[in-house]
T-cell receptor, first 112, second 110 residues
Framework: DGGITQSPKYLFRKEGQNVTLSCEQN?????MYWYRQDPGQGLRLIYY???????QKGDIAEGYSVSREKKESFPLTVTSAQKNPTAFYLC???????????FGPGTRLTVL | GESVGLHLPTLSVQEGDNSIINCAYS??????FIWYKQESGKGPQFIID?????DKRQGQRVTVLLNKTVKHLSLQIAATQPGDSAVYFC?????????FGAGTTVTVRA
């Protein structure tokens, strides 16, 4: 069963803690992305990766970090430097950076 | 600012009627557009796409129209069903960057 998986579905964090959100795809896609969605708004790009061991900042990268050690995995760490981390986080992938992006089910992060 | 925007934030449709969701874009260089459907608590789901060398593209119960002259595209859903209730986003893809509008919430009345 091919697709993009994200875990966990819900995540709670105390202020000052770092948390890592998982994103895995078995679509053999080269490119992967992380977006943030706030209530009633569209998606904003945090980071993207065109290929293994390479990644670039998106529009709102401050307070976030990523790694791309494997083609199928693109974890996102929300650091304590992110001032307003409560949001719905979406991971996507595409065959190349110019291709249609397909999304995972999302992780809802709440800071307590 | 955002490069794509939707005209109406909400749309209420009678079951069985056709729905039309509109979207405007500002970047004349945009050449690839995608419509996504997002149900509550889920990730966006690809519906249909269109490139700038086309004016119209049809899928199953959906049609996308692109008017490059006025930088406008629309999504038409035929015979709207309760399962079509969701938020619909148009997005344009320039190189790697997918730019989203704020979305239109479609509610289907029984």
């Amino acid at each position: 069963d091919g697709g993009i998986t994200q875990s966990p579905k819900y995540l709670f964090r105390k202020e000052g803690q770092n948390v890592t959100l998982s994103c895995e795809q078995n679509l053999n896609h080269d490119a992967m992305y992380w977006y943030r969605q706030d209530p009633g708004q569209g998606l904003r790009l945090i980071y993207y990766s065109q290929i293994v061991n390479d990644f670039q900042k998106g529009d709102i990268a401050e307070g976030y970090s990523v790694s791309r050690e494997k083609k199928e995995s693109f974890p996102l760490t929300v650091t304590s430097a992110q001032k307003n981390p409560t949001a719905f986080y979406l991971c996507a992938s595409s065959t190349t950076t110019g291709g249609t992006q397909y999304f995972g089910p999302g992780t809802r992060l709440t800071v307590l | 600012g955002e490069s794509v925007g939707l005209h109406l934030p909400t749309l209420s449709v009678q079951e069985g009627d056709n729905s039309i969701i509109n979207c405007a874009y500002s970047n004349s260089a945009s050449d690839y557009f995608i419509w996504y459907k997002q149900e509550s608590g889920k990730g966006p789901q690809f519906i249909i796409d269109i490139r700038s060398n086309m004016d119209k593209r049809q899928g199953q119960r959906v049609t996308v129209l692109l008017n490059k002259t006025v930088k406008h595209l629309s999504l038409q859903i035929a015979a709207t069903q309760p399962g079509d209730s969701a938020v619909y986003f148009c997005a344009d893809l320039n190189d790697y960057k997918l730019s989203f509008g704020a979305g239109t919430t479609v509610t289907v009345r029984a």
